[in-house]
């Protein structure tokens, strides 16, 4: 089982529409949780850290599921500017200098 | 804030000779940056850790005597692609992290802009 794992799509999605996608990850006892958009040839940008109680970030929801080992991001009112990679990324504690156990990200694409 | 900086940002290079990539955080000082590398279609490798004024921690399988990492600085760290060959032509990226020390601590990677890297 992979440490960090994401269901890598694409997700095909009409503009408008909500849109959510899960990542589980293995280590239970991992501290850190954040979600990066990637487009096309770009670096990854940070979305959102994700919190034990969830955080929002105007139509960006980020939720933490302990009990099953899973993050999720959901989109509301999708744009077609969404069409990214969204790549998660899990740090466990057993790892030094803060490194990142990352997924190899869900390919969304918003349709018109 | 959170800005970093990558230089040059793509190059184009002969077989056997080496490269340099720099890595800049410009707001904020970074004791650790990392490297990944990126082929098409795949996700983010991480290559190395590089930590300010000691030497990096390399994964299993990067060769450390081929990617020369100099982190001489709070906000530098170089790596040198040395007697580059066609194999290593990829999309190398790093991030510098910084701390946040708000109610609870956590620690940010923030990206580059990222190097393409093509070695003909």
């Known amino acids: 089982r992979k440490e960090v794992e994401q269901d890598p799509g694409p997700f095909n999605v009409p503009e408008g529409a909500t849109v959510a996608f899960n990542c589980t990850y293995s280590?239970?006892?991992?501290?850190?949780f954040f979600w990066y958009r990637q487009d096309c040839r770009k670096e990854p940008k940070l979305l959102m850290s994700?919190?034990?109680?969830?955080n929002e970030d105007g139509r960006f929801t980020a939720q933490l599921n302990r009990a099953s080992q899973y993050i999720s991001l959901l989109i509301r009112d999708s744009k077609l500017s969404d069409s990214a990679t969204y790549l998660c990324?899990?740090?466990?504690?057993?790892?030094?200098?803060?490194?990142?156990?990352w997924g190899a990200g869900t390919k969304l694409i918003i349709k018109p | 804030g959170a800005v970093v900086s990558q230089h040059p940002s793509w190059v184009i290079c002969k077989s056997g000779t080496s490269v340099k990539i720099e890595c800049r955080s410009l707001?904020?000082?970074?004791?650790?940056m990392f490297w990944y590398r990126q082929f098409p279609k795949q996700s983010l490798m991480l290559m190395a850790t590089?930590?300010?004024?000691?030497?990096?921690?390399?994964e299993q399988g990067v060769e450390k005597d081929k990617f020369l990492i100099n982190h001489a600085s709070l906000t530098l760290s170089t790596l040198t692609v040395t007697s580059a060959h066609p194999e290593d032509s990829s999309f190398y990226i790093c991030?510098?992290?910084?701390?946040?020390?708000?109610?609870?601590?956590?620690?940010?990677?923030?990206f580059g802009p990222g190097t393409r890297l093509t070695v003909l």
């Open positions: 990324a899990v740090r466990p504690p057993v790892y030094s200098n803060y490194q990142l156990i």
């Open positions: 994700v919190y034990s109680s969830g």
């Open positions: 991030s510098a992290l910084r701390g946040s020390y708000g109610a609870v601590r956590t620690d940010t990677q923030y």
């Open positions: 590089s930590n300010e004024g000691s030497k990096a921690t390399y």
């Open positions: 280590n239970s006892a991992s501290q850190s």
């Open positions: 707001d904020f000082q970074a004791t650790t």
